[in-house]
C-alpha cells in the first residue's frame, strides 16, 4: 500500500438489528454495504538514509529513480543505488553529508510537501538565484555490553550513552559559489563507562567549513573545496566518517574533482581536524596525520545478464597515509612502536549489479616506510587486504531480499622482528563502523573474515539483516588487533581461530525524519581465546536519530 486514501467496505451483516446512522455509514440505505473513507499518509521508504556500501541495499533503486526520490546532485550514472559512486557519500532524502544534498527543487512552492522545507530552501533574492538550506541532526546512542573488548575491558555490564548535534548552514551564491559551515556539540554518561574522550565529549565547535566553487570544464561538472569538510570518496571498508564516538571524523584541505558522462576524477590533499581540545572553538589542524590521493572512477557500458539489465563502476585509486606518535605505532617485540608511519595505498575496486547479482570486490597492496621514534631506523611495509561482497537479490518484491557472502583479509605481520619488512595492514581512519563487527571489537589488521548474510525489507519503512561472521588470524605472530592497538590478554594466545559474532540489525524509518536503529551481536570467542584470558560476550546498540 502506497498510501492515499484507502477505501474498505464493510458489510452490514446485522443491518436489520442496528439502525444506521447516517454519520457513520456516509448516508447509505439500510441494508446497504457501509463505505468508510479513511486517510492514511505514505509510508516513508527506508532509502531516507540509506547506509553505506552499495551493496545488499534495503530497496534496489536506480539512478533516475534516486535523484526523484532523494536530494543528490545530478551525477548522472553514478546517481545509482544508494549513490556513493558519486564520491559523496550514500545520499537519499537525507545524506551522511548534508552539504551533499541538492534542495534547489524547493525553489517551486508546489514541490513543498514537508513542514521542514521551509527550511531546506530560503531565498535571499528576489530569483532565488542566492539561497541558504539549513540542516540538523540530533542522535541518542546508547550501549550495553556484558563482557567488553573480547573480556579486556573492565568494568563488566558496561552501560554507556552518547548524545550529539550536528546543524549547519549551506549559502549558495548563484550556481558557482557556496559556502557551507556545520556546528557539533556532543556529550556522553552512564555506567562502567571507558574510552570517553574528546571524540565524545565535545563543547560547540566548528565540525565543517568550507568554501566550493563549481565550473564546466572540458565538458565535466568540476569543481573545488577548500576548508573543513568530511571525505568519503574511499571504499567504506577502508575510510568513513567515524561513526562510534560522537565526533564525526572531518579534515582540513583542498579537495577537487570533475564528473563526464561515465569518468569522473578527484584528487585531495588534508590534514586531520585536531579535536582533542575540549574547550569551545579551539579545535585546529593536525598535521601529525595526512590523507592525500587521487580517485578515478569508470561507469563501462551497461549489459544485460540472466535476461537482466547490469551496470558497474571500476575505480582505481591512490590513497595516501602520513601518521606520527600512537597513530603510527606498530608492534614490536616488547610492545607498542611509536614512529613516524608512510602508508601508500594502491587498490582497485569493481562493484554493481549483474541481473540478480549484487557484487563489490576489491584490493589494495599497502607500502611505505616505518621509522622508529626512537633512532629513526627505516623499516620498509608491504602489507595487503582483499574485500568481497557478493550476493543474490531474490526476484519476490515483497521482502526485497538479499543473500550474500562477505569476505575479508587484512594481511598481518611478525611483531617479534625488530626489523625487516612490516607485513601488518593499518586502517587508521575508520571504516564503517558496521562493516566487519557491529561490536568494533574486530578491526582491519591481521584478520580474516568470513560473512554470510541475508537482507530482508518487509516494509518500506523496516529492513532487518541477519550476519555471522566467523574471524581468524592472518598470522599467529601477530597480535589480534581493535581500533585503536591491539589487545593484551593475559595469557599468550597461540590460536589462529578468534572467534564468531552472529549479530541481527533492525532499521525502521518511523517518518521521514525520525529513525531507529537496533543492533544486538553474542560475541563467542574460541577456546585457545578464552584460555588465554578472552571472554565471550553480547552486544547492544541503539541509535535514536532526528534529522531534517
Keep these: 500500500m502506497r498510501g492515499g486514501a484507502l477505501c474498505v467496505s464493510v458489510l452490514a451483516a446485522h443491518a436489520a438489528q442496528a439502525a444506521p446512522d447516517p454519520a457513520v455509514s456516509g448516508g447509505n440505505a ?19 538514509f540509506p547506509h553505506a556500501n552499495p551493496v545488499g541495499q534495503p530497496i534496489r533503486i536506480g539512478g533516475q529513480e534516486n535523484r526523484r526520490s532523494g536530494h543528490q546532485y545530478d551525477w548522472g550514472v553514478f546517481n545509482r543505488g544508494n549513490g556513493e559512486a558519486a564520491g559523496f557519500g550514500p545520499v537519499g532524502r537525507y545524506g551522511v553529508s548534508p552539504w551533499a544534498e541538492d534542495w534547489s527543487n524547493l525553489r517551486d512552492p508546489k514541490k513543498h510537501d514537508d513542514l521542514f522545507d521551509a527550511l531546506k530552501y530560503i531565498p535571499l533574492t528576489r530569483s532565488g538565484n542566492v539561497w541558504i538550506s539549513f540542516s540538523g541532526e540530533t542522535r541518542l546512542r546508547n550501549w550495553f555490553e556484558t563482557r567488553p573488548a573480547l573480556g579486556t575491558q573492565k568494568p563488566n555490564d558496561s552501560g554507556r550513552f552518547g548524545v550529539r548535534n550536528l546543524y549547519g548552514a549551506d549559502l549558495h551564491i548563484g550556481e558557482h559559489l557556496r559556502f557551507f559551515g556545520q556546528l557539533v556539540n556532543a556529550d556522553a554518561g552512564g555506567w562502567g563507562g ?10 560547540l565547535d566548528a565540525q565543517q567549513a568550507f568554501v566550493e566553487v563549481k565550473w564546466n570544464m572540458l565538458g565535466a561538472k568540476s569543481g573545488f573545496m577548500f576548508g573543513r569538510q568530511q571525505f568519503l570518496d574511499a571504499p567504506s571498508y577502508m575510510l568513513y566518517a567515524r561513526e562510534t564516538p560522537n565526533v564525526p571524523l572531518s579534515w582540513d584541505g583542498f579537495r577537487a574533482y570533475m564528473v563526464w558522462q561515465r569518468i569522473r576524477i578527484d584528487a585531495w590533499d588534508f590534514v586531520q581536524t585536531d579535536d582533542s581540545d575540549r574547550r569551545m572553538f579551539h579545535d585546529v589542524e593536525n598535521y601529525a596525520s595526512r590523507l592525500y590521493g587521487f580517485n578515478a572512477t569508470w ?24 601518521l606520527n606518535g600512537s597513530a603510527g605505532a606498530i ?9 613516524s608511519d608512510t602508508r601508500n595505498n594502491f587498490g582497485m575496486r569493481w562493484h554493481g549489479i549483474a541481473g540478480p547479482i549484487e557484487f563489490s570486490v576489491g584490493g589494495i597492496w599497502q607500502g611505505g616506510v616505518f621509522r622508529n621514534a626512537s633512532n629513526n631506523a627505516p623499516r620498509g611495509v608491504s602489507a595487503y587486504a582483499i574485500n568481497s561482497t557478493v550476493g543474490y537479490r531474490l526476484p519476490d518484491q515483497s521482502l526485497h531480499t538479499f543473500a550474500g557472502i562477505q569476505t575479508d583479509v587484512y594481511s598481518g605481520g611478525n611483531a617479534s622482528k625488530s626489523g625487516g619488512t612490516v607485513g601488518t595492514y593499518l586502517s587508521p ?46 598470522s599467529v605472530n601477530d597480535p589480534v588487533y581493535k581500533s585503536s592497538g591491539y589487545y593484551k590478554f593475559a595469557g599468550n594466545f597461540r590460536g589462529r581461530f578468534v572467534g564468531m559474532a552472529p549479530q541481527v540489525s533492525v532499521a525502521w524509518q518511523i517518518n521521514t525524519h525520525l529513525s531507529w536503529t537496533q543492533y544486538v551481536s553474542r560475541f563467542m570467542t574460541s577456546r585457545a581465546l578464552n584460555e588465554a584470558g578472552g571472554a565471550s560476550g553480547t552486544y547492544y546498540q541503539s541509535n535514536l536519530v532526528f534529522r531534517f
Excluded at 571507558?194 to 563543547?203: A, C, E, L, P, V
Excluded at 581512519?429 to 518487509?458: C, H, K, W
Aim: no cysteine; hydrophobic share 30%; glycine share 10%.
Design 299 to 322: 561507469a563501462p557500458p551497461d549489459f544485460t545478464f540472466m535476461g537482466q539489465k547490469g551496470y558497474s563502476f571500476v575505480d582505481a585509486f591512490y590513497i595516501g597515509y602520513k
Design 331 to 339: 608492534v614490536g617485540p616488547k610492545g607498542a612502536v611509536n614512529g
Design 30 to 48: 439500510p441494508g446497504q454495504p457501509e463505505r468508510m473513507v479513511v486517510h492514511m499518509t505514505q509510508r516513508p521508504p527506508i532509502l531516507t
Design 429 to 474: 581512519f575508520n571504516p564503517q563502523t558496521n562493516y566487519l563487527d557491529t561490536t568494533t571489537y574486530m578491526t582491519g589488521s591481521n584478520l580474516i573474515s568470513f560473512a554470510p548474510l541475508v537482507r530482508i525489507t518487509p516494509f518500506k519503512s523496516v529492513s532487518i539483516q541477519f550476519k555471522y561472521p566467523l574471524f581468524w588470524r592472518d
Design 194 to 203: 571507558y574510552g570517553y574522550g574528546s571524540t565524545y565529549r565535545k563543547r
